[in-house]
């Protein structure tokens, strides 16, 4: 199948360095102390921030910093395919790792010691790149919630297909077997906290695939402080600031 024509467009008529629309709505859940709506294209995510907060089971308590605990879950309706998960099934547990090892990066815990943060992804709508989506609604639910971060982290994923670099990748390019490799940033730091990576790779066509997706964290990151930028200042104008 091809999948970048001889124009060089993609089958969802995107340039091989573009990312899908972005969109995003904070403060959606009221009775969260952080949320957020995450949109990648066809792909949407949202997430809820509880906290920080006294730590629910004392045997978890940790005395230098907080205690961050992250569930993601998939609603049943989000795809084409209606086979009902199990809850804390393996994938899903392995995806909660993966968003909580990746938002303690950013997270400034040593500040709440004693303390817990829950972290809540739901996946609306599953087209691609729910692994980033979940990364980006986290950052903005917590940036809502008024969490102290070191910088925002932000992720996008880069494929390898019919020998050329893709950025953000739909469904389609995902399941066509292609490597690919998922990448999540501090940007303003320069530091790359999340990598992973389902194939193998030539080095130099690995470097200019991972180099593609940090730009796309990059813009992703542009994309996070406006909308953040945009919700401070309507909160002004409500209290009159």
């Known amino acids: 199948m091809e999948y970048v024509s001889p124009e060089g467009l993609r089958l ?31 792909t949407k995510v949202i997430a809820a921030v509880y906290g920080p ?13 907080a205690l961050v605990l992250c ?18 099934d393996r994938l899903s547990m392995e995806i909660s790792l993966v968003i909580r090892q ?12 004693r303390s817990q943060i829950d972290i809540f992804v739901q996946v609306l709508q599953a087209d691609g790149g729910t692994r980033s989506a979940c990364i980006n609604a986290a950052t903005l639910a917590l940036a809502d919630a008024g969490i102290p971060m070191c910088d925002l982290v932000t992720s996008c994923s880069a494929g390898y297909l019919n ?9 389609v390019e995902d399941s066509a ?11 303003n730091l320069d530091k790359v906290t999340l990598l992973q990576m389902d194939a193998e790779l030539q080095m130099d066509t690995f470097e200019n695939v991972m180099q593609l997706a940090i730009e796309g964290c990059k813009a992703v990151a542009n994309y996070l402080r ?16």
């Open 226 to 241: 406006e909308i953040l930028l945009e919700h401070t200042k309507k909160l002004e104008s409500c209290r009159g600031v």
């Open 53 to 65: 907060r006294e730590v629910q089971n004392r045997s978890q308590q940790i005395n230098d910093k």
């Open 12 to 42: 969802d008529g995107r340039r091989p360095m573009e990312t899908r629309q972005l969109r995003a709505e904070i403060g959606v859940v009221s009775r969260a102390d952080g949320s957020a709506v995450f949109e990648m294209g066809n």
């Open 71 to 88: 569930e993601y879950s998939i609603a049943n309706f989000s795809t084409g395919d209606r086979m009902r998960k199990p809850k804390g």
């Open 102 to 113: 990746t938002m303690e990066e950013c997270i400034l815990t040593h500040l709440m010691p």
């Open 177 to 187: 077997g292609g490597p690919d490799v998922i990448v999540g940033i501090l940007p």
């Open 163 to 171: 020998s050329t670099p893709l950025l953000d990748l739909n469904y």
